[in-house]
C-alpha cells in the first residue's frame, strides 16, 4: 500500500505513535525491518496471509522503502536523566532490525519539544547526536556511524535552524509544523 502510494520513506517510532498508539520498542524493530518479499505464509494456516494485524505482514509492507526511525526521551526521562539511557535501548532495538544502514536515517526527538515549541537547544541535540554516533560505533560498525544521517526533530524554526544545524552531529531536521509555513524555506537552507 505504502509503494502503491508513491512513497520512498516512511517515519517509523514517532512519539505519536510510541505514546498515543502505545507502539513498543519491539513493535517498531519489526516494522524497521526489510523484507524481501512482499508475501509470506502464516505459520498457522500454512497459506499466503494478507492480515493486517499479523506483524510480518506489516514488515513486508515496508519492503524497498526507507526508514526515517524516531528515537527520543520524555520531558520525565530528561529531568531524571535518563536521557541516554531511553535513546539507547530505542536505538537498540532499531538496530537490531537493520540489514542496510544505507536505508535509514536516525531521528532524534525530544518528546518534550514536538509541537512545543520548547526546542532543544544546540548543545543538548549535538550532545544527544554525538552520544548516538558513538553508539552507532560501537554497536554497530565504523561506517554505519560515520555515514547514518541523525536529524533533529522538535520545534525547529527558521528562527532556531541555523544555530541547530551548525552542529557537527545535527545531519538535518524532522520538521513538523514548521513546514506548513512560508519559514520552511529558510530551514532547507539552514546550511546554506
Ligand atoms: O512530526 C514532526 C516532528 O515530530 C516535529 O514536529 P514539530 O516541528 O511541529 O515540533
Known amino acids: 500500500m505504502i509503494k502503491d502510494c508513491g512513497a520512498d520513506w516512511v517515519v517509523l517510532g514517532h512519539s505519536e505513535r510510541r505514546h498515543v498508539f502505545g507502539e513498543s520498542d519491539e513493535l517498531i524493530g519489526q ?13 498457522h494456516t500454512g497459506e499466503l496471509c494478507m492480515c493486517v494485524f499479523c506483524p510480518q505482514v506489516s514488515h513486508a509492507l515496508l519492503s524497498d522503502v526507507c526508514v526515517v ?23 537498540q532495538v532499531i538496530a537490531e532490525n537493520v540489514s542496510d544502514w544505507g536505508k535509514v536515517v536516525l531521528a532524534y526527538e ?19 547526536h554525538e552520544k548516538l554516533r558513538a553508539w552507532l ?16 526533530g522538535g520545534s525547529v524554526t527558521a528562527a532556531n535552524c541555523r544555530e541547530l544545524a551548525s552542529q557537527s552531529d545535527v545531519d538535518g531536521f524532522l520538521v513538523g509544523g514548521a513546514s506548513l509555513k512560508p519559514e ?9
Do not use: M
Open 31 to 43: 516494522k524497521v525491518r526489510r523484507r524481501e518479499h512482499l508475501t509470506h505464509t502464516h505459520t
Open 110 to 128: 525530544p518528546v518534550w519539544a514536538i509541537g512545543t515549541g520548547r526546542t532543544a537547544t544546540p548543545e543538548q541535540a549535538q550532545s544527544v
Open 137 to 152: 560505533r560501537a554497536h554497530v560498525s565504523d561506517d554505519a556511524a560515520d555515514s547514518v544521517r541523525i536529524i533533529y
Open 184 to 192: 520552511f524555506i529558510d530551514i532547507i537552507n539552514a546550511r546554506a
Open 69 to 91: 526511525a524516531c528515537v527520543g526521551e520524555t520531558l520525565e526521562q530528561r529531568e531524571d536523566g535518563s536521557t541516554e539511557e531511553v535513546v539507547y535501548a530505542q536505538t
